[in-house]
């Protein structure tokens, strides 16, 4: 049993929301092509509210090597790791506060910063990640970052990808903002508030729930101390 929708099965939801059901397609005020535009702009803003697609990728250090490319795909670095242990994010102001030649340090890293102009290094992306101190040995840092969701195209595709099932019980959202987008297009603005807020309402629900459970909340156990399990006598 499948709990997914499919691009099908949420521009078939959105054609009811809409009243837009004429199964010939002169007869349709919107084309699949126009709902799946507006599902696929639904499908951006979601995740970039709720986290929804995380990817994670490895970033070889060589010495002396001051930034390095981000993923085409990036849109934030949510967490850095060298040798399995969390590197600290810093802003260039905190660099210049702390050592005024801290561009030019090298060492084993335990900082990064990420650029979003032009980098300093020849061929590098314009949006860069560079640690401090600069690696004078080379190895691997890995990189988890908020992905940009696949466009949904075929029939059978899946919001935010197939194996994200713990995002399933939310993909009918998609299918209130196309509606939302739908009724905008036609001027029609009070239906489009009634299903913007639904697909805000959704988007709540997911978010409590997604943020929640994700490894890269840092205070997930809130308050609570520390315990150390004692074996039972």
């Not at 199964?23 to 599902?39: E, I, M, V, W």
């Not at 890293?109 to 004078?136: K, L, M, N, Q």
Request: proline share 5%; net charge negative; glycine share 6%.
């Amino acid at each position: 049993m499948s709990f997914s929708l499919t691009l099908s099965n949420l521009l078939t939801q959105t054609r009811v929301f809409l009243r837009d059901t004429a199964t010939t397609a002169s007869r349709q005020r919107f084309s699949d092509s126009q709902l799946t535009d507006f599902l696929n702009d639904g499908q951006k803003e979601f995740n970039a509210k709720i986290w929804a697609v995380i990817s994670a990728t490895p970033i070889v250090l060589t010495a002396g090597t001051t930034e390095y490319s981000l993923p085409t795909d990036n849109i934030s670095v949510l967490r850095v790791t060298f040798k399995h242990t969390p590197l600290v994010e810093r802003t260039f102001s905190f660099f210049d506060e702390s050592n005024t030649d801290w561009i030019s340090s090298s060492g084993t890293p335990h900082s990064y910063y990420v650029r979003v102009d032009s980098s300093i290094v020849a061929g590098v992306a314009r949006e860069s990640i560079g640690f401090i101190p600069i690696s004078t040995f080379s190895t691997t840092c890995h990189v988890y970052f908020l992905d940009q969701p696949t466009d949904l195209s075929a029939s059978g595709d899946v919001p935010f990808g197939s194996d994200n099932r713990r995002l399933y019980p939310f993909h009918h959202g998609l299918a209130f903002y196309g509606a939302y987008r739908g009724f905008l297009t036609m001027g029609l603005l009070q239906e489009a508030i009634i299903y913007l807020k639904e697909y805000e309402n959704i988007i709540s629900l997911a978010e409590s729930f997604n943020k929640t459970r994700n490894m890269f909340n840092p205070n997930l156990r809130g308050s609570m101390p520390i315990v150390t399990p004692q074996p039972q006598q």
